[in-house]
């Protein structure tokens, strides 16, 4: 088993900033990659960054490509999302997960642990 606990969330002006953070625990050696989703109010979830726990390599939802940065410290284990000029339809529960798959995935089938979510909420 795998535990995440995401921490960062908040309120923030439209522009703004926030970094997430995500702590992993308990089985961290099967974690073959992490991901971002999030869940906007009335919405589904939504893919939003993804990376490969070893190699380092980052894939992007085409929404926050080039607004947000994924990263990893792997003997924190621990996986960061910065989100800069963030902008109201941001505003989500935001969910990281991990993945025993290798391949780049954005499905969160593929996902097997999930952290219980933190809220970004960005006014206009």
């Known amino acids: 088993q795998v535990q995440l606990v995401e921490s960062g969330g908040g309120l923030v002006q439209a522009g703004g900033s926030l970094r997430l953070s995500c702590a992993a625990s308990?089985?961290?050696?099967?974690?073959?990659?992490m991901g971002w989703f999030r869940h906007p109010l009335g919405g589904e979830r939504e893919f939003v960054a993804t990376?490969?726990?070893?190699?380092?390599?980052?894939y992007y939802a085409v929404a926050v490509r080039g607004r947000f940065t994924i990263s990893r410290d792997t003997r924190q284990n621990t996986v960061f999302l910065q989100m800069n000029n963030l902008k109201p339809e941001d505003t989500a529960v935001y969910y990281c997960?991990?993945?025993?798959?290798?391949?780049?995935?954005?499905?969160?089938?593929?996902?097997?642990?999930w952290g219980q979510g933190t809220q970004v909420t960005v006014s206009s």
């Open positions: 308990g089985r961290t050696s099967s974690i073959k990659r």
């Open positions: 990376i490969h726990w070893s190699g380092g390599m980052t």
């Open positions: 997960a991990a993945s025993p798959v290798i391949y780049e995935s954005t499905s969160s089938n593929d996902y097997d642990y």
